[in-house]
């Protein structure tokens, strides 16, 4: 079993900035793709973002490219969401969830296995 869990929400403005991370405990952390989906009121969960095993690829919904980035430290089990330029469009509660066998699907929720459960961001205008 993997249980991750996520920090780094807040309130900011428009235009500001905030990090979220997410703590791996359990399983090897070091063999899953990880990614960062969010999920607005009345709205389905999004992808945001995707980071291969060992970083050497990255995914970005076309909403955050430019804005986002997402990072991972293997040997401290943490993936990273550095987000910028912050719209109020990106209040959202932020989800982080592991892939134990990727199959091309990085974008769809139903490829990962495990889900923390996740971290209020809300931008104001």
């Known amino acids: 079993q993997v249980q991750l869990v996520e920090s780094g929400g807040g309130l900011v403005q428009a235009g500001g900035s905030l990090r979220l991370s997410c703590a791996a405990s359990g399983g090897t952390f070091s063999d899953y793709g990880m990614g960062w989906f969010r999920q607005a009121p009345g709205k389905e969960r999004d992808f945001v973002s995707r980071?291969?095993?060992?970083?050497?690829?990255?995914y970005y919904a076309d909403s955050v490219k430019g804005r986002f980035t997402i990072s991972r430290d293997n040997a401290k089990k943490m993936v990273y969401l550095q987000m910028n330029s912050l719209k109020p469009e990106d209040t959202a509660v932020y989800y982080c969830?592991?892939?134990?066998?990727?199959?091309?699907?990085?974008?769809?929720?139903?490829?990962?296995?495990?889900w923390g459960q996740g971290t209020q961001v809300t931008v104001s205008p």
């Open positions: 969830a592991a892939d134990i066998n990727y199959s091309g699907s990085y974008s769809y929720t139903a490829e990962y296995d495990y």
């Open positions: 980071i291969s095993w060992h970083s050497s690829v990255t």
